[in-house]
């Protein structure tokens, strides 16, 4: 019969386990999402920076490419200007030569001739110094837009180096990220482990008794084991007791390995009546943790490692039991004792 308990016993201690697992395996992939989402922000500011620069090129690059058109246009223009002196000379040369064939033509005539012939002579030089000046700035715009282009081509270069990078990152990200699933699955089983040997160990040492038991992944001691009512200081007893805890305690902290970071919590918890006010403690939150403490004291006082414990105060607000029957009041009052990572 007493084989039949303790493997109940065991079954009912898997799933607080479990549960315990999946917690911890939440909060490592909410603290994954939150790295990744972190790169993709910095990832994005990067590209939108580069965005905005490649836009302003292209808007560079637009308007010197109007500029060339009203160039080419001034160009054309003048090319026309130039074609229309050029048929206005030919036709004074003409009517000059007309002018020097002609015997009987008087020479006003022919000088009048040569001035117009000289001042549109000397026009069509200006329309080609004009000419000349126009085809140089549009070298110039020419060389300026094909610097342009080899700053874009160079953008272009970087913005794909910093995808790949991109890349390259997001699958070191996954495959950290497996790992470390692997090795907090791989630590949890460990605790659970020890967690399930220590339990065991302590209801081998402590016996078979009601006021002391085990509530899930939690190992419970009733208040009156350990303390008189409204008090923290200890009964005989309770000291008995806390003197088995302490020697377990250290059985187990030579067992665990050092790379393997645990606590055991004590906590504290009481009943929803009140105190009364003649007492050292102002209402049962103060109560609870400060059995809490007394309990990680002695435990302390008895060779326990201080890195290894940790004292909490719950008050009434977590109790087993709902209503405010004796009954539900007596299993509310108790220190429980919780293995877990650190």
Known sequence: MAVRARRREARSDVWPAFVDVLSNLLLVFIFLLSIFALLQFLQTRE???????????????AELTELLAMERSNKQELNDELTSMRASLG?????????????????QAANSADGQIAIITKALE??????????????????????LRRQIAA?????????????????????????????????????SRYRSDFFGRLREILGDRPDIRVVGDRFVFQSEVLFPSGSDEFNDAGKVELDKLADAIKQLEGEIPPEIA???R???????????????FRNNWELSAARAIAVVRYLIDRGVSPQHLVAAGFGEYQPLEPGDSDEANAKNRRIELKLTER
């Not at 004590?266 to 007492?279: I, K, Y």
């Open 91 to 107: 036709a004074a040369e003409s009517e000059r030569d007309r002018l020097k064939g002609a015997a009987d033509s008087s020479s």
């Open 266 to 280: 004590v906590d504290g918890h009481t009943d929803a009546r009140p105190l009364s006010g003649t007492g050292r």
């Open 262 to 264: 645990w606590v055991l």
């Open 47 to 61: 590209i939108s920076g580069k965005d905005t620069v490649l836009n302003r090129l292209n808007s560079q690059i």
């Open 155 to 191: 953008l272009e270069d970087a913005l794909g180096a910093s995808e790949k990078r991109d890349q390259e990152s997001q699958t070191q990200i996954a495959d950290l990220g497996k790992r470390l699933n692997v090795a907090l699955a791989q630590r949890v089983q460990e605790l």
């Open 126 to 147: 200006n329309e080609k110094v004009v000419s000349q000046k126009a085809l140089s700035q549009v070298e110039i715009l020419n060389q300026q837009i094909a610097a």
